[in-house]
């Protein structure tokens, strides 16, 4: 449908760009968000550096690995401690609050606007940081949420007590403002007891993440539900001023939130395109009168989309 013909630069400065990100935020009748990775990388859930060393160092030096991402693909020879991993993975990127206050900004941005979030990111930082979640869909699963990993049936099942008990049986306290810390002088465990190890309730079979990595991944009814919402949505407002705000979205799953977007703003008349993403941020030559491209930490941007002044 669309050229190879990318546009991304312009004679257009960046304060011009962002008088127009603003002035289309402030005249819509509609925004529809689509999120990715790198929005939740701008509010400082990073997965490797720092973080990395402060939970998860004991995993790098004895594998070698120096990331969460590859720690969560390794083939560890137990399940005690292929889930202490997985526990402290899942509690400091689903349970604690991100570093910075990105998605609560942006819901001051929006919160008074018709909107609609699609989005990849596994997180939940959207339903935390105050938006509907009549609102939302998670395409991609849910840190959250456990499956049967063969699977025997479609349900899902919330984890966030058994978390608990696996990161605590590791040595943690957990603080009143949820943050993991060791007392002083301990290093934690690297299982978790035999008896936390979560099975399906069905069949017997080791649960897992409910994350869509192969076929396995279960839409659960509250998955049909989110994606039935997102579908009305679109049918409701394909005629109104329309803003698909893409923020912190590459190329690893494009044809969830990208391509549709870019699909849309081509087609209704009075849908504009905005995408903000460092060293990503470009759109189709076919829409370029209708779209706004800035190569910046959407972070960067909140002081002054937060301004009331256009």
Aim: glycine share 8%; net charge neutral.
């Amino acid at each position: 449908m669309f050229s190879k013909k990318m546009t991304d630069k312009s004679m257009s400065s960046y304060s011009d760009k962002l008088h127009q990100i603003k002035t289309q935020m402030e005249q819509a009748d509609a925004v529809i968000i689509g999120a990715g990775a790198g929005l939740s990388t701008s509010a400082g859930f990073v997965y490797d550096g720092a973080r990395f060393a402060q939970y998860f160092s004991d995993f790098g030096e004895k594998y070698g690995f120096s990331d969460m991402y590859s720690g969560g693909f390794y083939p560890y020879r137990t399940l005690e401690e292929h889930w202490a991993y997985w526990s402290r993975y899942i509690y400091i990127n689903r349970y604690m609050d991100a570093p910075k206050t990105v998605y609560e900004q942006l819901y001051e941005l929006v919160k008074d606007k018709d909107y609609f979030v699609l989005t990849t990111n596994v997180d939940h930082c959207f339903q935390k940081a105050g938006f509907d979640k009549h609102r939302l869909f998670y395409t991609q699963g849910d840190y959250g949420l456990f499956q049967c990993s063969r699977p025997c049936h479609e349900k899902t099942y919330d984890n966030e007590g058994v978390i608990r008990e696996m990161v605590q049986a590791q040595g943690y306290v957990i603080g009143a403002d949820g943050a993991l810390t060791l007392p002083d002088g301990t290093t934690p465990k690297m299982t978790v007891p035999t008896e936390l190890v979560p099975h399906c309730p069905k069949c017997g079979a080791v649960m897992s993440m409910n994350l869509r990595a192969d076929h396995t991944f279960v839409e659960d009814e509250g998955w049909h539900v989110a994606s039935e919402r997102y579908a009305q949505f679109l049918r409701r407002h394909k005629d109104v001023k329309t803003l698909f705000l893409e923020l912190g979205v590459g190329y690893n799953t494009p044809g969830i939130i990208k391509y549709p977007f870019w699909q849309y703003t081509y087609r209704w008349s009075d849908a504009f395109y905005v995408c903000i993403n460092r060293g990503q941020a470009n759109a189709p030559s076919e829409i370029r009168a209708k779209s706004v491209c800035l190569d910046a930490d959407f972070a960067s941007l909140l002081p002054d989309l937060g301004k009331n002044r256009i």
